[in-house]
């Protein structure tokens, strides 16, 4: 039986790691946790969500109507996103949304993070694609990130923000956490000439230690949408997530930009 007042604190342990570590801004992000299949706690709209007490967090049902909420709370703005991930992934317990910086530079870019570039990144996420533009708080974004929840357990929102879930409230902060770090990564390397990428080899192998972990949730070593269609499998990916550099500027893209710049340059007498 599991003990909800536990789980709220949880919840405000959670709130404080996400605003501490400036993974949002003010009164940004939201998570919830379900119960069972008909009640689920969430966050509160409006609220830092990094100075929450127990009290704070409301509980929805399954259409993410209120079930309990105490006085001047009112369920997350975005408890629809939430409730078509618990919908579509019934293996999912918790939902966390947030903006992290790296993340969301790369989801205003419109880059996804599909880049082999690290083994951690490959093993725990696979790639990351981009859900395209919704309006927060309307039936835009569950709908834009559906097409992606057979496939993935992280999700860049597009102009947005990003989206994990996953068997446990800790699980969904770890792989948000995850994702930050490996869009930093991906981020700075592209300071410095790009990213040196894992062979296709070399994710395969990494892929192999996914499976043998029997590591839970959905990822392109098991369920990657071009390898069932019988092409190629991810890191290039056909799930909304294109080809694994072919957004980015990496290191000789650059030097061809600085050599045609030069020669028009030339050109223009300048
Ligand atoms: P809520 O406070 O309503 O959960 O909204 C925060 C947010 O980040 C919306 O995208």
């Not at 392109?220 to 290039?236: D, I, R, W």
Request: charged fraction near 20%; charge should be negative; aromatic fraction near 8%.
């Amino acid at each position: 039986m599991v003990n909800e007042y536990e789980i709220k604190k949880e919840m405000c342990e959670i709130g404080k790691r996400v605003y501490n570590r400036g993974m949002v801004a003010a009164n940004d992000g939201n998570f919830s946790v379900k119960l069972n299949d008909n009640e689920f706690l969430c966050t509160p709209t409006g609220v830092s969500k990094g100075f929450m007490t127990p009290e704070y967090i409301c509980k929805v049902d399954a259409n993410g109507n209120v079930i309990q909420a105490n006085k001047g709370f009112k369920p997350s703005s975005e408890i629809k996103m939430h409730m078509r991930v618990y919908k579509e992934r019934p293996d999912v317990n918790s939902v966390v949304h947030a903006h992290p910086l790296y993340a969301t530079t790369f989801a205003i870019a419109g880059i996804p993070l599909t880049a082999p570039i690290m083994p951690e990144a490959v093993i725990s996420l696979g790639c990351v694609p981009i859900a395209k533009y919704g309006t927060p708080s309307t039936e835009e974004i569950p709908d834009a990130v559906e097409e992606h929840l057979p496939y993935f357990d992280a999700v860049l929102l597009e102009n947005h923000g990003a989206l994990t879930f996953s068997v446990s409230l800790l699980d969904a902060y770890h792989k948000m956490e995850s994702v930050e770090f490996y869009a930093r990564l991906l981020w700075q390397t592209m300071q410095i000439g790009g990213p040196q990428e894992l062979s296709e080899e070399q994710v395969q192998r990494l892929y192999e230690i996914r499976r043998q972990f029997g590591m839970p949730g959905k990822h392109p070593a098991n369920v990657c949408p071009n390898a069932q269609a019988g092409k190629p499998s991810c890191h290039s990916c056909g799930n909304g997530c294109g080809s694994s550099t072919s957004n980015i500027v990496t290191g000789a893209d650059a030097d061809l930009v600085a050599s045609i710049t030069k020669k028009v340059m030339e050109q223009l007498g300048k």
